[in-house]
């Protein structure tokens, strides 16, 4: 063995720890990067040839140490769970904001809401049963329907457009899809580069799984590593990202407005691109929410109140033309319209407000027809009971998808805890880990002073 390979074995010793020292350097640096995953500097013995020569024989002991490698620390089924969770949270979180938006359409309780304003109609009928022959009455009848008419077309109008705006951030997270994927691709291909020529492109892996995530988040993606450091990407089953090529969505098709989806049309997603299976349905993530609420959820409250107008306009319409009004005319129909899109009030002229029952002799003074009109508020299965019944359906499901936010939320805490603890850095591990650089170093280094004392005695002492 010759006195210089102790040297060199000191010397793969500093330049191994150096190392160490770096990873660990770049930890610390980054211990607030979101998606950092720590990395470690993985040592291994160089061992002597496991097949001597011929004339020479290999050291017994080894010849130091290298680095062997600098790995990554993130385990890929935490990671896995994470997304799942946060594309459970985000679905749940876009169901949170529509309906919270429908709540605040249809604004109950409130004085100025539509329960209130049906309230005063069907008191101001009671008050011109009381009072038939009254102008101020009859007066105050056409006023207050043609509020509760207004009120409720409103509603309707304010579903439409707030499921016209729902399409519109559709087609926006539509890009932002397709952006993202472009960007996982190209990360996926700067890292097989980097792997092919024996790299490590650890902090490119990092800027990769955050965009898969975000992937996860928007779509409910699921993320497949292959075993040349890329990552592959499907959503619900289809090929998303596969290496360096991504396919895109096309804008949602289908229906194009409330209408079309009220008539049985559906807003759908497709790809771009093949392979075949052009349907881009996610089953989690903001997509799959916004689709929910485009095909079911504004409809369902929709298609209530266009049942409260239908039922107001039959049941009140119904009853009108069995009475007379001021000239002793029988009435016709007092609303005008099928549904919540079209409701208005027919009768322009007081006077014709049919008020008095058809059979009774006082004529015009009579205002039992009014009084029976009125009576509809109590009506079973009435316009009222299914009003209060379309809110207490819209306040139980805002419940329910607001606790089940709240329970995902905590899930979500605890999946990246988990994976924080798992591949976050850790300042007091990197200390403790900066120190046994830092001494191993120091003791390289003075393995190669002493050598170095050896060796200039050996070579500078033996001529005297």
Same mark, same amino acid.
């Given at each position: 063995?010759?006195?210089?390979?102790?040297?060199?074995?000191?010397?793969?010793?500093?330049?191994?720890?150096?190392?160490?020292?770096?990873?660990?350097?770049?930890?610390?640096?980054?211990?607030?990067?979101?998606?950092?995953?720590?990395?470690?500097?993985?040592?291994?013995?160089?061992?002597?040839?496991?097949?001597?020569?011929?004339?020479?024989?290999?050291?017994?002991?080894?010849?130091?140490?290298?680095?062997?490698?600098?790995?990554?620390?993130?385990?890929?089924?935490?990671?896995?769970?994470?997304?799942?969770?946060?594309?459970?949270?985000?679905?749940?979180?876009?169901?949170?904001?529509?309906?919270?938006?429908?709540?605040?359409?249809?604004?109950?309780?409130?004085?100025?809401?539509?329960?209130?304003?049906?309230?005063?109609?069907?008191?101001?009928?009671?008050?011109?049963?009381?009072?038939?022959?009254?102008?101020?009455?009859?007066?105050?009848?056409?006023?207050?329907?043609?509020?509760?008419?207004?009120?409720?077309?409103?509603?309707?109008?304010?579903? =439409?457009?707030?499921?016209?705006?729902?399409?519109?951030?559709?087609?926006?997270?539509?890009?932002?899809?397709?952006?993202?994927?472009?960007?996982?691709?190209?990360?996926?291909?700067?890292?097989?580069?980097?792997?092919?020529? /024996?790299?490590?492109?650890?902090?490119?892996?990092?800027?990769?799984?955050?965009?898969?995530?975000?992937?996860?988040?928007?779509?409910?993606?699921?993320?497949?590593?292959?075993?040349?450091?890329?990552?592959?990407?499907?959503?619900?089953?289809?090929?998303?990202?596969?290496?360096?090529?991504?396919?895109?969505?096309?804008?949602?098709?289908?229906?194009?407005?409330?209408?079309?989806?009220?008539?049985?049309?559906?807003?759908?997603?497709?790809?771009?691109?093949?392979?075949?299976?052009? =349907?881009?349905?996610?089953?989690?993530?903001?997509?799959?929410?916004?689709?929910?609420?485009?095909?079911?959820?504004?409809?369902?409250?929709?298609?209530?109140?266009?049942?409260?107008?239908?039922?107001?306009?039959?049941?009140?319409?119904?009853?009108?033309?069995?009475?007379?009004?001021?000239?002793?005319?029988?009435?016709?129909?007092?609303?005008? /319209?099928?549904?919540?899109?079209?409701?208005?009030?027919?009768?322009?002229?007081?006077?014709?407000?049919?008020?008095?029952?058809?059979? =009774?002799?006082?004529?015009?003074?009579?205002?039992?027809?009014?009084?029976?009109?009125?009576?509809?508020?109590?009506?079973?299965?009435?316009?009222?009971?299914?009003?209060?019944?379309?809110?207490?359906?819209?306040?139980?499901?805002?419940?329910?998808?607001?606790?089940?936010?709240?329970?995902?939320?905590?899930?979500?805490?605890?999946?990246?805890?988990?994976?924080?603890?798992?591949? /976050?850095?850790?300042?007091?591990?990197?200390?403790?880990?900066?120190?046994?650089?830092?001494?191993?170093?120091?003791?390289?280094?003075?393995?190669?002073?002493?050598?170095?004392?050896?060796?200039?005695?050996?070579?500078?002492?033996?001529?005297?």
């Amino acid at each position: 063995m010759s006195t210089f390979n102790g040297l060199s074995t000191a010397l793969t010793s500093l330049y191994a720890n150096r190392r160490g020292m770096e990873v660990t350097a770049h930890n610390i640096a980054n211990v607030n990067t979101p998606g950092y995953t720590r990395q470690r500097a993985n040592l291994q013995a160089i061992a002597g040839p496991a097949i001597p020569g011929l004339t020479s024989q290999a050291s017994p002991v080894g010849d130091g140490v290298m680095v062997e490698s600098v790995q990554r620390l993130r385990d890929i089924f935490l990671e896995s769970r994470g997304r799942i969770e946060h594309a459970a949270a985000e679905y749940l979180g876009t169901q949170q904001i529509q309906l919270g938006r429908i709540e605040q359409a249809f604004a109950e309780p409130s004085d100025e809401a539509l329960q209130a304003q049906l309230d005063e109609m069907w008191a101001s009928f009671s008050d011109l049963s009381l009072r038939p022959n009254s102008t101020a009455a009859r007066s105050s009848v056409v006023s207050r329907a043609t509020i509760v008419a207004d009120t409720i077309r409103g509603n309707g109008d304010q579903l =439409s457009t707030q499921w016209d705006t729902a399409l519109t951030e559709l087609n926006a997270m539509i890009l932002d899809v397709n952006s993202t994927t472009a960007a996982v691709a190209q990360l996926n291909e700067g890292i097989m580069a980097a792997t092919a020529v /024996g790299q490590q492109p650890n902090d490119l892996m990092d800027q990769r799984d955050a965009l898969v995530m975000k992937l996860a988040e928007l779509t409910g993606a699921r993320g497949v590593p292959r075993d040349n450091g890329v990552t592959d990407v499907l959503l619900n089953g289809s090929v998303l990202v596969s290496g360096n090529h991504s396919r895109t969505i096309s804008p949602a098709t289908g229906a194009a407005n409330l209408n079309d989806v009220k008539a049985g049309g559906a807003v759908a997603l497709q790809f771009n691109e093949p392979p075949a299976n052009p =349907s881009a349905s996610p089953d989690s993530g903001k997509l799959a929410g916004m689709l929910e609420t485009l095909n079911r959820t504004i409809r369902t409250y929709s298609d209530g109140l266009d049942r409260v107008a239908n039922e107001l306009i039959t049941s009140v319409n119904a009853q009108h033309a069995l009475g007379r009004d001021a000239d002793g005319d029988m009435g016709g129909a007092f609303f005008s /319209g099928t549904n919540a899109s079209d409701i208005g009030v027919a009768v322009v002229d007081p006077d014709d407000i049919a008020a008095a029952d058809a059979a =009774s002799a006082s004529g015009p003074l009579d205002g039992a027809n009014a009084q029976e009109i009125a009576k509809l508020a109590n009506k079973k299965d009435g316009a009222n009971e299914k009003y209060r019944q379309l809110i207490v359906d819209l306040g139980v499901a805002a419940q329910t998808v607001n606790r089940r936010v709240e329970i995902q939320a905590g899930v979500v805490t605890q999946s990246d805890a988990e994976r924080e603890g798992d591949a /976050g850095v850790s300042l007091d591990e990197e200390m403790t880990n900066m120190v046994q650089y830092e001494r191993a170093y120091q003791a390289a280094a003075r393995v190669i002073s002493t050598i170095d004392t050896m060796l200039d005695t050996l070579i500078n002492g033996m001529g005297r």
